[in-house]
């Protein structure tokens, strides 16, 4: 126990403020993640969309 102690005084623990603006920079990385991943994937279901119109049309289907 006396080691953990010891051990504890020497971390570094963030200031506030440091806490305050990694946690907005990871809002905004999570925010335009999420962003990026919903339009790709609304790319990916248009494209699959025309191409199976496209092979339902040329199979006469």
Known sequence: MRDV???LRRVTWP???EVKNITI???ITVIFFAIYLFVVDQL???LITQL???VNWLLGG
């Open 15 to 17: 200031t506030p403020n």
């Open 44 to 46: 990916f279901t248009l």
């Open 25 to 27: 920079i990871t809002l």
């Open 52 to 54: 199976e119109r496209l």
């Open 5 to 7: 102690r010891a051990e």
